[in-house]
């Protein structure tokens, strides 16, 4: 399997050994592949996605590793495999997702794209001398323990639409450098905070804790100056007064199956993002 990521993805075999020997990988994932010659040519995978809509626990499943080896394309491997997929996901869940570039190859399955939206509001707040909020690294062995226990524990940031643990895909998302460098830890509050200030704007993707502070409490966290606020997922248990803007992205979120949701307006964590 992992000679076929590098080959479709390029992402190196080593990412994914060492994925696999940190204990990072979700035990729900489940590979559908065709094999020749002892190596994956083409996969589906699918792994549980349990997500509170409008407060409420809702089975889902997820698919992610969809990919077919530049030599066996155009030979309805994928299709077949989707299906497979597909035929068994239909015996346990009501819901499935997925976040692709080319929304067009799933439609004929039943797939439909999410708009996703963030959230902004003017806030005037002059940076923080506090000295509470570190840095937390998920490939140092005391670190990753804390980020463990606080995922264990989490209360939604929202109860619109918000995946009940997204663990895997977080760990997932700490190999890229850009992401890592963004994600801190507050002893004060027992709480994961990622975020990053960008041109005096505060860009807030999710906090991770056993409770959810109001945002004055975690904005007076924040070093540096800002004077707005952009919130990466709804902000229903905040205070009112966010704009809503619609989410530009060349991945999209798609579902299949009846999603009924009361907001129209909602946003994937991108940390979550699979």
């Not at 050994?17 to 590979?31: A, E, I, L, V």
């Not at 530049?70 to 997702?97: C, H, Q, V, W």
């Amino acid at each position: 399997m992992y000679p076929l990521f590098n080959t479709v993805f390029g992402i190196p075999e080593n990412t994914f050994k060492d994925f696999y020997f940190r204990g990072f990988w979700d035990p729900t994932y489940k590979p559908y592949s065709f094999f020749s010659e002892g190596y994956a040519v083409a996969n589906v995978s699918t792994f549980d996605f349990p997500i509170f809509l409008n407060g409420v626990l809702h089975k889902a499943a997820g698919i992610q590793s969809v990919m077919t080896h530049p030599d066996y394309r155009k030979k309805g491997l994928m299709n077949t495999l989707m299906k497979k997929a597909l035929a068994e996901i239909d015996e346990s869940y009501n819901l499935s997702f997925l976040v692709t570039s080319d929304p067009n190859l799933y439609k004929k399955y039943g797939f439909r794209i999410l708009n996703e939206y963030f959230y902004v509001k003017d806030y005037n707040h002059k940076g923080s001398h506090c000295a509470d909020l570190k840095s937390i690294d998920v490939f140092d062995s005391h670190d990753l323990k804390k980020i463990q226990d606080l995922f264990k524990k989490n209360v939604p940031s929202t109860s619109v639409f918000y995946p009940v643990n997204y663990e895997h895909p977080f760990y997932l998302n700490m190999y890229n450098p850009n992401m890592k460098n963004l994600v801190y830890y507050s002893a004060s509050l027992d709480l994961m905070i990622m975020y990053e200030v960008v041109d005096n704007k505060l860009e807030l993707f999710d906090v991770i804790g056993s409770s959810l502070p109001d945002l004055d409490k975690i904005c007076s966290l924040i070093p540096e100056p800002f004077h707005e606020i952009h919130l990466f997922f709804n902000p229903d248990k905040f205070s009112t007064g966010f704009n809503v803007l619609e989410y530009d992205s060349p991945d999209k979120l798609m579902v299949r199956g009846n999603l009924e949701i009361s907001q129209p307006s909602f946003k994937l964590p991108i940390f979550a993002e699979f």
